[in-house]
């Protein structure tokens, strides 16, 4: 029998990838349902239309968002796995600059998905600190093992 080619925690992680997203969407979709008072004052109906086209398109975005995150990370990967968070963490930042530029008078949808994506700043962030610190942990050790052997 042919041992599998990815350690067996890389489905754990798409798993939590794909409950990740299917919290994003909920999220997403009752973020349509929330009103939203600025439109409100400006729209003469008495109430707004569901943003059915926002959500799909902020859904989308954010599907697009974790994959590429999730695809860049790889964390079944051990080496090197500190510079593919810093890349994923910069990237993400340098993306979520303009949705916080663009955050006044923002529709609930738009709003949520700014939020989601300072969400997956901040994990990334998490994650970059613990496994880097984790690195330098293995290579004090290993450099500290070397030392002993050629004493």
Known sequence: MNPPTRPRYARLFWILVALTWLAVIAALVN???????WMLRHFDGGTLPYPTS?????????????AIA?????PWRFDRLWL???????????????????MMHQPPVQGMHLLWLLLLDVGLLLALCVVSLVSAWRAFAER????????
């Not at 999730?70 to 790889?74: E, F, G, K, P």
């Not at 593919?84 to 949705?99: D, E, G, N, S």
């Open 70 to 74: 999730a695809l860049i990370v790889r």
């Open 54 to 66: 926002s959500v799909v398109v902020f859904a989308l975005l954010s599907t697009v968002e974790l």
């Open 84 to 102: 593919r968070l810093l890349i994923a963490f910069v990237l993400l930042l340098a993306w979520t600059f303009p949705w916080l530029a663009s």
């Open 31 to 37: 973020a349509g349902f929330t009103p939203d008072y």
């Open 144 to 151: 500290k093992q070397a030392g002993r052997a050629r004493s």
